[in-house]
């Protein structure tokens, strides 16, 4: 299973990002899909996640109202916009999968992308 993420970079405070997330290796649809990060010194955050049919759950509280998840079961892809970033975001940014009404911890994770907002 590989989960390739991509999409980060330099994002000026106030803007915008989406990152993708490529899955193969598995099923794709049978699985829900998360974005999590994780800032230097800080532990791994949830940030975001979908359920295989693509009902979204609220984004993680340091999050909330700025980030939307969605998924493509055709392309095999997941994806998180984010807006109004602040530089807290900062952060490597990880999509998991884990298979569908199984709950815990993820079973799959990707390498990471990592967002730096800075001015």
């Known amino acids: 299973v590989q989960l390739q993420a991509s999409g980060g970079g330099l994002v000026t405070p106030g803007g915008s990002l989406r990152l993708s997330c490529a899955a193969s290796g598995l099923i794709f649809s049978s699985y829900s899909m998360g974005w999590f990060r994780q800032a230097p010194g800080k532990e791994r955050e949830f940030v975001a996640s979908i359920s295989r049919s693509g009902r979204s759950t609220p984004c993680g509280d340091s999050v909330q109202g700025r980030c939307t998840i969605s998924r493509d079961n055709a392309k095999n892809t997941v994806s998180l916009e984010m807006h109004s970033l602040k530089p807290e975001d900062t952060a490597v940014y990880y999509c998991?999968?884990?298979?569908?009404?199984?709950?815990?911890?993820?079973?799959?994770w990707g390498q990471g992308t990592q967002v730096t907002v800075s001015s």
């Open positions: 998991a999968a884990r298979p569908a009404f199984v709950t815990g911890e993820y079973q799959y």
